[in-house]
């Protein structure tokens, strides 16, 4: 069973910034693990697992509850997967399936993060390609449309990156071109926000090439961080 704090942002944190890649394999391996335990699991295994609480006695009330907990393991088991080094996301594919299942049952407010997820799991896969497509194209349009919650800067250039390389893969070029411009529109805006170490991690791929996998050496880009910097060294010598 994996300590209380296994399925917070804190740990999620820690699993990026400080796990090394034994450690990142193993946490993954253990949270793996707990799905099957609890999804699996009889009620009592359950109650002793902490999963369930004593006022969940009627049938509906523990399928509830287990429902909303493995929501919970899926999510963070997918955003391990993303931050594994190297990455592993395309493992994620089957418990973004169950998340996003989940979230419409449940309805609510859209979130378009696990869509995001799942496409990037999915858009290496040829026979996959469309649905992730569909994917990046109606999640972007609902977060440009206000539709849908916004991402955090990190988790929109990352997945933008990947959709625009589909693009090119799928000979949709016009498009691909309109989607790196996006990122280096946002990069010029926000020249100081990311490290340029954090920036080239987002957006490239070791086994595609093009203007992403260049990132720092764009013309725009260069002359944003130059200037931005010049600015912050002005501004402290003032």
């Known amino acids: 069973m994996p300590p209380k704090h296994f399925l917070t942002s804190n740990f999620r944190v820690a699993f990026e910034e400080y796990f090394n890649p034994d450690q990142q394999r193993s946490a993954v391996d253990t949270l793996r693990n707990h799905i099957v335990e609890v999804r699996d699991g009889s009620e009592e295994q359950r109650r002793e697992l902490g999963v369930l609480k004593p006022q969940d006695k009627t049938p509906e009330q523990i399928e509830q509850r287990v429902a909303a907990y493995l929501d919970k393991c899926y999510w963070q088991l997918s955003q391990f997967y993303r931050y594994s080094v190297p990455c592993r996301i395309d493992e994620a594919e089957p418990y973004l399936r169950e998340v996003i299942r989940y979230a419409k049952l449940k309805g609510g407010k859209r979130d378009v993060a696990p869509e995001l997820y799942l496409a990037v799991a999915i858009h290496k896969t040829a026979e996959k390609e469309q649905e992730a497509v569909a994917l990046f194209t109606e999640a972007f349009s609902s977060l440009d449309t206000d539709v849908a919650p916004a991402l955090g800067p990190r988790s929109d250039l990352w997945a933008r990156a990947h959709w625009a390389r589909l693009?090119?893969?799928?000979?949709?070029?016009?498009?691909?071109?309109?989607?790196?411009?996006?990122?280096?529109?946002?990069?010029?805006?926000?020249?100081?926000?990311?490290?340029?170490?954090?920036?080239?991690?987002?957006?490239?791929?070791?086994?595609?090439?093009?203007?992403?996998?260049?990132?720092?050496?764009?013309?725009?880009?260069?002359?944003?961080?130059?200037?931005?910097?010049?600015?912050?060294?002005?501004?402290?010598?003032?």
């Open 167 to 238: 693009l090119r893969r799928v000979d949709r070029l016009q498009d691909a071109e309109a989607q790196e411009q996006v990122i280096v529109d946002w990069i010029v805006e926000h020249p100081l926000l990311l490290p340029p170490s954090k920036l080239k991690a987002l957006v490239s791929d070791e086994v595609d090439s093009g203007v992403l996998n260049n990132i720092l050496d764009h013309p725009q880009v260069v002359e944003a961080i130059q200037s931005a910097k010049e600015k912050r060294s002005g501004a402290v010598n003032a």
